[in-house]
């Protein structure tokens, strides 16, 4: 699978989170854990801008059931 890379402020991936949350759990929970997992690795790594907003990004938004 061909990929890409987005920069995106943590509110817009919140709200990205946000929508899919809305889709059926069993189809979404690997894009969101790749999302989660990715903005994870970018927060350890220090490229947040702002910390205590990072923290939470892309942890706001979970699946819906």
Do not use: C, S, W
Not at 21 to 44: C, D, H, S, W
């Amino acid at each position: 699978m061909q990929e890409i890379n987005l920069r995106l402020a943590v509110e817009d991936v919140n709200v990205i989170l946000e929508g899919v949350g809305n889709l059926p759990f069993a189809r979404v929970y690997t894009l969101v854990g790749k999302i989660q997992q990715q903005a994870a690795e970018q927060m350890r790594a220090g490229h947040g801008d702002r910390t205590e907003e990072a923290r939470g990004a892309a942890f706001a938004a979970e699946p819906a059931q």
